[in-house]
């Protein structure tokens, strides 16, 4: 089955900007879609955003004026640029993505947001 491992975590302060990786072990482009979800300790993780076969990408409308989603399908790898990031963007962020096998997982990598 195809993996997926996040990367690109890590300690960054207000108003500055994180970009995380989503790589896949193969190719993107057989993904009905590939998404990005964040999760807090103790709540449900949050759907982000996507990206679709076709390149279209889309965030959700609390994070649309900040984060966008993007690809190299190249390299197999889906970004999630963040910008202007505030402490209530602190959060452990999953890679999800799936085809005819179902829905796999990151492992997730770790954002926190503080001064």
């Known amino acids: 089955q195809v993996q997926l491992v996040e990367s690109g975590g890590e300690l960054a302060q207000p108003g500055g900007s994180l970009r995380l990786s989503c790589v896949a072990s193969?190719?993107?482009?057989?993904?009905?879609?590939v998404n990005w979800y964040r999760q807090v300790p103790g709540n449900q993780r949050e759907l982000i955003g996507w990206i679709l076969p076709s390149g279209s990408s889309a965030c959700v409308e609390s994070v649309r004026d900040r984060f966008t989603i993007s690809r190299d399908v190249a390299k197999n790898t889906v970004f999630l640029q963040m910008n202007n990031l505030k402490p209530e963007d602190t959060a452990v962020y999953y890679c999800n993505a799936a085809d005819e096998g179902g829905p796999i997982w990151g492992r997730g990598t770790r954002v926190t947001v503080s001064s």
């Open positions: 193969g190719s993107i482009s057989r993904f009905y879609s």
